[in-house]
């Protein structure tokens, strides 16, 4: 482009020493020689532009590519990030649902066991209340039957009492008979 534009320069300094050149010179040669100028220019500037275009276009496409080098470039790695993450997110999901699984069946596991110690409980507490009625209907047992064994040792000793004195008896008259026999014969 500076290469373009000292060629533009150097032709107009050309051409204006030609202007400046012989001083008769015809005013119809004045006028080819701006018509030569402006062609010149025209030209020059279009040239300068086409140029300027150019280099636009290169650093515009330039940029695009490096634009999207970077996009792909970032794009990847988001890409991987996500699908990573979704890998994570599908993990946890599992994971909790194995949690909860495990929660319920463990819930399950101790209602059964609350249903059975109550059902325990229940059988020391009837047990228990068996065994206590059984103490009782025993003592009682226990107390009719040593009244019943007392009633009957009274009765047996209120007998051996009463063939003791009638023993007692029949041996004192038996003597009295013998005195009384003795006496009398």
Not at 168 to 177: D, G, N, P
Request: contains cysteine.
């Amino acid at each position: 482009m500076e290469a373009q534009g000292m060629a533009v320069c150097d032709s107009e300094r050309q051409e204006e020493r030609g202007l400046s050149g012989p001083e008769g010179a015809p005013e119809g040669d004045i006028k080819k020689v701006l018509y030569a100028k402006r062609k010149r220019f025209m030209m020059n500037t279009n040239a300068s532009v086409k140029t300027i275009n150019r280099k636009i276009e290169h650093v515009w496409k330039t940029q695009g590519e490096q634009r999207q080098k970077l996009f792909r470039e970032y794009s990847q790695q988001f890409l991987t990030l996500f699908l990573e993450w979704n890998i994570g997110v599908k993990k946890t999901k599992e994971e909790e649902e194995k949690l909860a699984n495990l929660l319920r069946e463990q819930q399950k596991i101790f209602q059964q066991a609350r249903v059975v110690q109550s059902q325990r409980l229940k059988k020391i507490k009837n047990l228990y209340n068996e065994v206590i009625k059984s103490m009782a209907d025993f003592e009682k047992d226990q107390e009719y039957l040593l009244t019943d064994e007392q009633n009957e040792v009274r009765q047996e000793m209120a007998m051996l009492q009463n063939k003791i004195i009638m023993t007692a008896q029949q041996q004192e008259l038996a003597i009295v008979q013998k005195s009384l026999q003795f006496l009398l014969f």
